[in-house]
């Protein structure tokens, strides 16, 4: 009988600046990998790739104009530029876990306003849809303790506390999301996510990914 290749399954960590996405998102991967499970670490914004070269300059560089429908565009085809490597690595059995994706998109330019939100969902529609999708919370003044905070545009409390609650908007509309939150020990929350993981990973296997369909 041949044997027939399990997808992996796409995994995303989603929360505000400084709430430990990218440690979580990086141990999670080395657990996996450690019990012989094929895992790969993506983030966006992409900065490696052309559309992630401009995105790079207009966060860390606070003299950078552009429209803010343009920006919300180049976000966007930032992942669209990642699709087909998504699609290769899910289909060959490896399980991705992703820092940030469409929902950051969404929520960061919705806290600026002045944008229509269904406009905002509209450019992510088709993209691959995550099997599962953690919300790491943390309160803004914890976040703001954090290494590094306040370095690029975004990262002041006006923005995060409004970025936030469009994210546990976001989590109400989907039965895919888990709401955790972030201010326990790192090993804790490493324990929770992996869980979760593991039982994600075995249940869609055999499904066929999704398109994500706002
Ligand atoms: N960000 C990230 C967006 O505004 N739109 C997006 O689509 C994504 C993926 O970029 N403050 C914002 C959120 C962050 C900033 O991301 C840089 P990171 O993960 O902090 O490098
Ligand atoms: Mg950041």
New binding site residues.
């Given amino acids: 009988m041949m044997k027939t290749v399990q997808r992996g399954a796409l995994i995303v960590i989603e929360g505000v600046?400084r709430s430990g996405k990218s440690t979580q998102c990086k141990k999670l991967v080395e657990s996996l990998i450690s019990q012989n499970i094929k895992a790969q670490l993506m983030?966006?914004?992409d900065r490696s790739n052309l559309t992630g070269k401009l995105i790079n300059e207009y966060?860390i560089n606070s003299d950078c104009k552009l429209n803010d429908r343009a920006i919300h565009l180049l976000?966007s085809a930032n992942r669209w530029e990642n699709v087909e490597k998504m699609n290769t690595l899910l289909y060959g059995g490896t399980t991705l876990v992703v820092?940030?994706?469409s929902y950051?998109?969404i929520a960061?330019?919705a806290a600026k306003g002045g944008m229509d939100m269904n406009w905002l969902k509209q450019a992510e529609n088709g993209l691959p849809k995550p099997d599962l999708v953690f919300l790491l919370t943390l309160n803004h003044e914890e976040a703001a303790k954090r290494v590094g905070f306040g370095e690029?545009r975004?990262?002041n409390e006006a923005m995060q506390k409004k970025v936030s609650n469009i994210f546990s908007q976001l989590a109400k509309e989907e039965d895919n999301w888990r709401v955790i939150e972030a201010s326990d020990s790192i090993e804790s929350l490493q324990a929770i996510l992996l869980g979760h993981t593991l039982d994600v990973i075995a249940r869609v296997a055999k499904q066929e990914l999704k398109s994500l369909h706002f």
């Fill in positions: 600046d983030n966006f914004p966060l976000f820092d940030r994706y950051s998109g960061f330019s690029e975004y990262e």
